[in-house]
């Protein structure tokens, strides 16, 4: 299959192609300016001119064929709220972001994240969480200890979006319940946060 960086180059090529007409004419039309009938030549210059640029131009007006390697998403988003980190490697919000990509491969689903930028704490988290409600994000993660906690609070308002919490507070229970889902830090959170957003699609699809 020829990538896109093999059709580009394919393009270049094949306008240096074209080009070579082009020099070919305009040195016959200087040498024609060199001689006795310089005024017809100047004539017959311009409309030589004339005609190349407007084949040029057509051939600049080519659409460019589509990228085969395009992905057609589904019309569901997973968003993800994090600190002012984001998903700097190490992270809890690396490995959740992991498993969204995982899960948007799989299904096709939009995966973003939103950091919480300024202080961390309530207050400050809440217009963030509101922005992606607003946005209608089918599935939002929260990952960090005041972005769980406002998370938390708005999950019972917001039943039809499903919640994906990044807890490792000793009371919080690893398991589904309603729209809630609790994964745990370790070596299972990627795949519970791409499990939880995979179910969010099928239920969506259903």
Do not use: H
């Not at 919000?93 to 919480?116: C, D, F, N």
């Not at 509101?130 to 708005?154: F, H, K, M």
């Not at 229970?173 to 745990?184: L, R, S």
Request: proline share 5%; aromatic share 4%; with cysteine.
């Amino acid at each position: 299959m020829k990538t896109r960086r093999g059709w580009r180059a394919g393009e270049k090529k094949t306008r240096s192609t074209r080009g070579a007409p082009v020099v070919r004419a305009l040195a016959a039309v200087a040498g024609a300016l060199r001689g006795r009938g310089a005024w017809v030549a100047g004539g017959a210059a311009a409309v030589v001119l004339g005609l190349v640029g407007a084949w040029l131009f057509a051939g600049e007006e080519q659409a460019a064929p589509p990228d085969p390697r395009a992905r057609q998403y589904q019309d569901f988003d997973a968003c993800m709220l994090t600190g002012d980190k984001g998903i700097t490697r190490g992270t809890l919000a690396a490995s959740a972001w992991e498993g969204m990509q995982q899960a948007s491969r799989e299904t096709l689903a939009r995966v973003t994240y939103v950091p919480v930028t300024g202080p961390q704490s309530v207050g400050n988290v809440q217009p963030f969480l509101n922005s992606l409600i607003q946005r209608q994000c089918d599935v939002v993660v929260a990952v960090g200890t005041p972005q769980v906690q406002v998370t938390r609070a708005a999950a019972g308002k917001n039943t039809a979006v499903r919640f994906v919490l990044v807890d490792d507070a000793p009371a919080a229970k690893a398991e589904t319940a309603g729209n809630v889902t609790v994964a745990k830090p370790g070596e299972g959170l990627k795949e519970t946060v791409a499990q939880a957003i995979r179910q969010a699609v099928r239920a969506s699809n259903a």
